[in-house]
């Protein structure tokens, strides 16, 4: 404390960093741009249709929306694109953001509280943002005696890993980073590494509290990921395929919840330990080991792991939809032009706004459907942890190596007795393809 | 310094209720002095209230019998008072029962009195596992050694507390 | 099921062991406080061999005030606002016991409508008190809703309080000779609205909490305390309720106007950590009753308090006066040498009382057991340490 003076306004806050860019920008276009252009003047520049190309020329061919399209067409279908903005990290971390917001007034609402309030006029819309530049300015404290490269590096292996998951999750037919083959085996794979992350950070911290955190995390690891895997086997069988794109192809009619219920509870179970919430936070159990393995994480430390732990909801929610409740698919909602008539019409601007060549409904609209079938699913994960205790490591062990395993077989056995009685299936009575 | 008791005296349930708390400790003090005659004195009787007082080598075979014949199963407290005109700290066992229903609201307050130069007590830890804490608390805030028990050592103050024991007389609050 | 002793025997020869095996890595000492989510003002330390605790040594102390010090030098009426800082939240009820102490050393007797308005205040205290001990026990088995809840809902008591004696917690309103002031203008009508709606409210803490299957898998069966083991170890008040026995000090001893009010005292005997947590909103339960049976049988009008001179000086002698706090049997020894200061005051509180339970219940259970144990003792540390 100290810095923060008495009349401190997060308001006066943002406009000094709006001051700062427009200061940022005048600097730009009365210093760097004319150095710029001055140093274009003994550069020799490209010829196009007979003009030479200089900076002014370029911009003013951008403005035409015909030139301009393919461009932006061009640049959403690279993988650089692909990685980095739409259907990875930064629709995930957005995703993120949203969900920790959501779940803090969600919370708040179940228990009679206001939640975020004062930051940003509206319901506190920019409480994160403030927590985040709070994070962003901490001290980060290494515990004497710790690991520290191991210290330092297992939050950024924490979100690269999270953001790994996150790129094999595909959004839309053909929306996805990595199409890979054994996407499945890969999810799981990757996922598989966290409790790895989790004992290698709590054992660096040297500390006790973190290192107990850090076993739990292994003992939860192995109890539930095994039902985990299993829950989702009887969805390979059925759609042949270990590819996530065509096990979501698959169920465009019929959506696997409906035959396979009980493993998609059991999967729902399995992927909230795996997330460490409510009522599985045991890693983090703050009344009975402080904060578990997040005990000596300080400043931006936390908040990369904080941000790496949504990004991996935001995963498991989305492999939910995508194995269970049919993927992207959906009732037709998008019209088949943004704007009816643009299409014919010469107007720039009204092209512009109908992204021609850009707005593709059945794209559009399975990015919906499945972004709706996300939020659902996360809002069921949400809801739980304001209903339920924390459980106890036995009861969780027991749980997960006595009763979910169990019930994965059950499911799996009606599937397999119902394709070889010939009734579902490539060659069964009914199709569900 | 036995004082009677006008206040709660209007109702006839009252008068049933004292009258039944005056036999019980009428019982309880005719059992104790036969048995032990002239080593217990006894100090008062109130309402549910009696304190009997014993010298410190009695102190244990009292509880005992309190005990094993009359279902004084717990002490409520255990703590002294310093005295250090007559040169001595007073320990008073507050007595209850929660076997014997009839002497639920009673409280038989056990007291002895130590040398206050060099005070030494019988534990009754063996008697009433409950008076360990307190057994503690007593030592370190008086300097009472409890013969007997396992742990005379800091409980409640400060970890460094090397000033003598705070709650005798002698040891002044600064600024008091 | 081991007895007592052959607890107590296990404990002190795995207590040996472990003084002898200091060196052995199996074992991993963990300090549980004071700077702990899990603690309060308070310090334990435990002996982890793998999930199982093999040895506790609770350390309090750390909000240690000398309270007992500290009423030597003061008089009656300025012990009065000291004395109810150890449990602010159920400061009625730690000052009734006092004042108790102090008429009868005095020689006074309350004016009736006094009586009932102390009573009140106090039934009001403790169900303040209970709701925050709820609270956290709630927070501690990691279900934030019944932490938000019983703290939202303790501001309808509160507010009460706060109309009542102009405090919010600090109320200092249970002197000795009565209270100190009247209750106010419409009071009746507001306190039974909110203690209706309050009673309503308890149902829902039912619904979400106590019917919840991971709480009861939480608490079911974990920490024993057997009937016997209880009147061993002396506790009181809801932990020695849980565990079988009947001994509420309202009903075995009735104090001021508890004679006159019709209710039962909640006990259970399953005698274990869900017996603990749940005998309290038994008792929440009854003294929603008792308020009611308070606000309509209270005299419309009359003193509320025996006026006392500031110095009032009483007669020499000694007395043991006790009252049923949130916590349990709550007593005063007081004694006086004829000075308007008293000689000496100790406190017997029941947190001090049950602390004597946590070592016992926690050897041998495990570590996720250790919140859901230690919280239902009703322990308070602030209290125990005085």
Redesign the interface.
């Given at each position: 404390m100290g810095s923060l003076t008495p009349d401190f306004r997060f308001g006066n806050f943002v406009a000094s960093i709006v001051w700062l860019v427009l200061v940022v920008l005048a600097l730009f276009t009365v210093l760097i741009l004319p150095i710029i252009f001055f140093s274009l003047f003994y550069v020799p520049l490209p010829i196009v249709d007979g003009q030479v190309l200089t900076p002014y020329l370029f911009f003013s061919m951008m403005v035409d929306p015909s030139r301009t399209l393919p461009i932006v067409q061009f640049f959403i279908h690279t993988d650089i694109f692909r990685a980095a903005i739409f259907p990875g990290f930064a629709f995930a971390a957005l995703i993120a953001a949203v969900t920790i917001f959501v779940e803090r007034k969600l919370l708040a609402k179940m228990q009679l509280r206001v939640g975020p309030l004062y930051a940003g006029k509206v319901e506190g819309i920019f409480q994160l943002l403030a927590d985040g530049l709070k994070l962003l300015t901490k001290e980060i404290i290494v515990p004497s005696g710790a690991d520290k490269p191991i210290f330092w590096l297992a939050p950024i292996m924490f979100v690269s890993t999270a953001a790994a998951v996150v790129a094999l999750i595909p959004v839309a037919s053909g929306w996805v980073v990595a199409d890979v083959d054994v996407g499945l085996i890969a999810a799981f794979a990757i996922l598989g590494f966290f409790p790895l992350i989790a004992l290698l950070f709590s054992w660096a911290s040297n500390s006790k509290y973190p290192f107990i955190g850090g076993l739990r995390a292994l003992h939860q690891l192995i109890a539930f990921e095994i039902p985990f895997f299993l829950s989702a086997l009887p969805v390979v069988i059925l759609s042949s395929s270990l590819n996530l794109s065509d096990i979501a192809r698959s169920q465009n009619i019929f959506w696997n919840i409906f035959i396979l219920p009980i493993n998609a509870f059991v999967f729902f179970i399995s992927s909230l330990a795996e997330l460490e919430r409510i009522p599985f936070d045991l890693p983090e159990a703050e009344s009975e080991i402080v904060a578990g393995w997040l005990t000596e994480t300080t400043g931006m430390i936390y908040g990369l792991i904080q941000l790496g732990s949504y990004l991996k909801l935001y995963a498991l929610a989305g492999l939910f939809v995508i194995l269970f409740l049919g993927g992207w698919y959906g009732p037709q909602i998008f019209p088949q032009e943004l704007i009816p008539g643009a299409h014919e019409s010469n107007l720039p601007l009204l092209q512009m706004l109908a992204l021609d060549g850009l707005y593709n409904p059945i794209t559009v609209n399975s990015i919906f459907w499945f972004l709706v079938k996300t939020i659902v699913v996360i809002f069921l994960m949400l809801i739980i942890r304001g209903i339920n205790p924390r459980i106890r490591i036995d009861i969780l062990l027991h749980t997960g190596w006595y009763k979910l395993i169990v019930l994965t077989f059950i499911n799996l056995f009606v599937v397999l007795m119902l394709i070889y009685g010939g009734i579902i299936g490539p060659e069964g009575v009914i199709s569900i393809r | 310094?036995e004082?009677d008791k006008?206040?709660?005296n209007q109702t006839n349930?009252?008068e049933v209720k004292e009258e039944k708390s005056n036999l019980l400790s009428n019982s309880l003090i005719n059992s104790i002095t036969t048995n032990f005659g002239e080593q217990v004195k006894l100090v008062?009787k109130?309402e549910?209230?009696s304190?009997i007082m014993v010298s410190p080598e009695n102190l244990v075979e009292t509880a005992l019998y309190l005990r094993n014949n009359h279902g004084f199963?717990?002490?409520?407290?255990a703590?002294g008072?310093?005295y250090p005109a007559d040169n001595q700290i007073e320990i008073?066992y507050?007595l209850?029962s929660?076997?014997n229903t009839d002497y639920?609201?009673y409280?038989v307050?056990l007291s002895t009195r130590v040398d206050r130069s060099d005070p030494k007590s019988n534990s009754l830890i063996n008697i009433?596992?409950?008076?360990?804490?307190?057994e503690r608390?007593t030592y370190e805030?008086l300097g009472v050694y409890f013969l007997g028990h396992p742990r005379n050592e800091r409980?409640?103050?400060?970890e460094d507390w090397a000033d003598m024991p705070?709650?005798r007389k002698d040891?002044r609050?600064k600024g008091? | 099921m081991t007895s007592l002793e052959e607890k107590i025997d296990e404990a002190k020869r795995l207590s040996l062991q472990i003084t002898k095996e200091t060196d052995d890595d199996r074992l991993m000492t963990l300090s549980v406080g004071p700077q702990h989510p899990g603690s309060g003002h308070f310090r334990f330390t435990i002996k982890l061999d793998g999930d199982y605790i093999v040895f506790v040594d609770p350390d309090p102390g750390y909000v240690h005030r000398g309270h007992e010090k500290m009423c030597e030098y003061r008089n009656h009426f300025q012990n009065i606002p000291h004395l109810e800082r150890p449990v602010i939240h159920d400061s009625c009820n730690i000052t009734y016991a006092y004042s108790l102490a102090v008429e009868d050393l005095v020689g006074i007797t309350v004016p009736r409508r006094g009586q009932f308005i102390r009573a009140l205040a106090s039934e009001l205290s403790r169900l303040s008190y209970t709701l925050y001990w709820l609270a956290i026990y709630g927070i501690f088995l990691g279900h934030s809703t019944m932490f938000m809840w019983p703290a939202g809902d303790r501001e309808l008591l509160i507010d009460l309080l706060e109309r009542l004696s102009g405090a919010r917690v600090t109320n200092a309103f249970n002197i000795p000779g009565g209270v100190r002031n009247d209750i106010p203008y419409n009071f009746k009508e507001k306190c039974l609205a909110q203690v209706n709606y309050f009673e309503k409210r308890l149902k829902e803490y039912d619904n979400i909490f106590y019917n919840n299957p991971l709480v009861r898998q939480r608490t079911e069966g974990v920490g024993i305390l057997t009937k016997e083991d209880a009147i061993k170890l002396g506790v009181t008040g809801s932990v020695l309720r849980a565990s079988g026995v009947p001994f509420d000090v309202r009903k075995v001893e009735p104090y001021d106007v508890y004679n006159e009010i019709d209710f039962n005292v909640q006990y259970m005997k399953t005698c274990d950590s869900f017996a603990r947590a749940y005998v309290p909103v038994l008792d929440m339960r009854e003294s929603c009753h008792i308020i009611r049976q308070l606000l309509d049988k209270m005299p419309e009008s009359g003193d509320v308090r025996e006026k006392l001179q500031f110095n009032i000086k009483s007669s020499p002698g000694e007395t043991y006066k006790r009252v049923e706090s949130g916590r349990g049997a709550l007593g005063y020894h007081v004694v006086s040498d004829g000075t308007p200061k008293p000689y000496r005051v100790k406190a017997s509180v029941g947190s001090f009382r049950n602390l004597l339970a946590l070592p016992f219940l926690l050897t041998g259970s495990k570590l996720g057991d250790m919140p859901a144990i230690y919280w239902s003792l009703n322990y308070w540390p602030v209290e125990a340490d005085r």
């Open positions: - | 310094m004082k006008t206040q709660n349930l009252m008062y109130k549910n209230r304190k199963d717990h002490a409520e407290s703590s008072t310093d008073n507050h209850g929660y076997s639920y609201p409280i307050v009433f596992p409950s008076v360990e804490y307190h608390e805030m409980f409640i103050l400060p705070p709650l040891f609050i008091r | -």
